[in-house]
T-cell receptor, first 109, second 117 residues
Framework: DQQVKQNSPSLSVQEGRISILNCDYTNSMFDYFLWYKKYPAEGPTFLISISSIKDKNEDGRFTVFLNKSAKHLSLHIVPSQPGDSAVYFCVGGSEKLVFGKGTKLTVNP | DTGVSQNPRHKITKRGQNVTFRCDPISEHNRLYWYRQTLGQGPEFLTYFQNEAQLEKSRLLSDRFSAERPKGSFSTLEIQRTEQGDSAMYLC???????????????FGPGTRLTVT
């Protein structure tokens, strides 16, 4: 069963606009959630995380929102930059990480 | 470079052969993880170590797979009698767990891409 779901395989936005990446989860036992970014030929790199007891975490241009009642989280990138173009993984965390399938973000100049 | 390193970066082997991959974690990290990623999927957990102890193995890790972390430093992942379905990117990650069960941020290496022909 897929515990972390990213239903949009791709997203395209214009430079300077907001990018919103969405994620749903089924496992209520996750202690925290993370977003990882992956460029081709590289391993995933940590971007931002949120504890399961919080509803928002912000770090510069990146904000993650957690709606526990809906079992939904989202990553907002404002403003989007061409260098943000990558695959973004939504991840549920406890002792190990459970990854979604990823969303490929393309930011057009 | 103090990141996670993996060798080799690419491996092409014939079906039935054995292969071994190596991961060198960030030196002060006590946890080491192995993941497998296939096309169109996110990384899937295989196993993890705390120091030299292997604490959990996924059901994805068949009997043909074995992982070790002697002395709690580098780790090796061996696949015996490789099958075409083993073709994937094998990722290693490390983290620092301080006293509790949870180790938050994991740092990933670049991966080893295995192709079984």
């Amino acid at each position: 069963d897929q515990q972390v779901k990213q239903n949009s395989p791709s997203l395209s936005v214009q430079e300077g606009r907001i990018s919103i990446l969405n994620c749903d989860y089924t496992n209520s036992m996750f202690d925290y959630f993370l977003w990882y970014k992956k460029y081709p030929a590289e391993g995933p790199t940590f971007l931002i995380s949120i504890s399961s007891i919080k509803d928002k975490n912000e770090d510069g241009r990146f904000t993650v929102f957690l709606n526990k009642s809906a079992k939904h989280l989202s990553l907002h990138i404002v403003p989007s930059q061409p260098g943000d173009s990558a695959v973004y993984f939504c991840v549920g965390g406890s002792e190990k990480l459970v990854f979604g399938k990823g969303t490929k973000l393309t930011v057009n100049p | 470079d103090t990141g996670v390193s993996q060798n080799p970066r690419h491996k092409i082997t014939k079906r039935g052969q054995n292969v071994t991959f190596r991961c060198d974690p960030i030196s002060e990290h006590n946890r080491l993880y192995w993941y497998r990623q296939t096309l169109g999927q996110g990384p899937e957990f295989l196993t993890y170590f705390q120091n030299e102890a292997q604490l959990e193995k996924s059901r994805l890790l068949s009997d043909r797979f074995s992982a070790e972390r002697p002395k709690g430093s580098f780790s090796t992942l061996e696949i015996q009698r490789t099958e075409q379905g083993d073709s994937a990117m094998y990722l290693c990650a490390s983290s620092l767990a301080q006293g509790g069960p949870i180790a938050y941020e994991q740092y990933f290496g670049p991966g080893t891409r295995l192709t079984v022909t």
